[in-house]
């Protein structure tokens, strides 16, 4: 009856249009934590050990998967906006892969460490260069995993460091990406080109 009353004054909509706002926002800050909370989880679940496998990843020709066996695909190429992430990209320059916080990774193909480090908003992150002006990139690896240095030459599946959760990402994965002439490529025809498909 007073809500009835009220809508019939300019002064009494506002006020009941400001309640009905500040309801929402009161909602959205219960609804939040139901969305961020997983995320937090994952990203505490962080260790600074490697988790213990004897696997190797499959080697075809001189190419192999950056991790070995079974792995939770994340984001993929292209346009991928992360809902509660002001950081992340909204345009994705690489592919999302995830076993565990510090699963082995590996080296997916031949060539030399140009990276081995800290690097731009990636953490942890070692680059390859393969030749034919292709690099790729194994970024947010766990601090103080780092197995190769800046000059090895390496082969593929050569064991480079461990999934983590550093640089700007919330929760334990690979990003992992693929530069032809310094410009992001798609992973997943890249790879599988090679034989070795993505998820």
């Known amino acids: 009856m007073i809500a009835a009353a009220a809508l019939n004054t300019r002064t009494g909509r506002k006020i009941l249009t400001g309640a009905l706002v500040g309801v929402l926002l009161i909602a959205g800050f219960l609804v939040t934590p139901l969305i961020a909370v997983p995320f937090a989880i994952m990203g505490a679940a962080a260790s600074t050990t490697e988790t213990k496998t004897d ?10 998967y950056p991790l070995a066996g079974g792995y939770s695909k994340g984001r993929g190429f292209g346009h991928n906006p992360v809902v509660g992430c002001g950081y992340c990209s909204v345009n994705h320059q690489g592919y999302d892969m995830a076993q565990g916080c510090g699963a082995r990774v590996f080296a997916a193909g031949p060539g ?17 260069d393969h030749g034919d002006d292709v690099v790729t990139l ?9 197995r190769v240095s800046v000059g090895d030459d390496i082969t593929a599946g050569t064991p480079i460091g461990a999934e983590g959760n550093t640089g700007k990402s919330f929760g334990c994965h690979l990003h992992f990406e693929v530069r032809r002439s310094g410009n992001p490529i798609p992973p997943e025809p890249f790879m599988a080109a090679l034989g070795l498909p993505l998820k």
């Open 138 to 146: 194994y970024g947010h690896m766990q601090w103080e995993s780092l």
């Open 55 to 64: 696997a190797a990843p499959a080697v075809i020709g001189d190419w192999s």
């Open 112 to 128: 030399r460490v140009i990276t081995a480090g800290s690097y731009q908003g990636y953490g942890n992150t070692v680059r390859i």
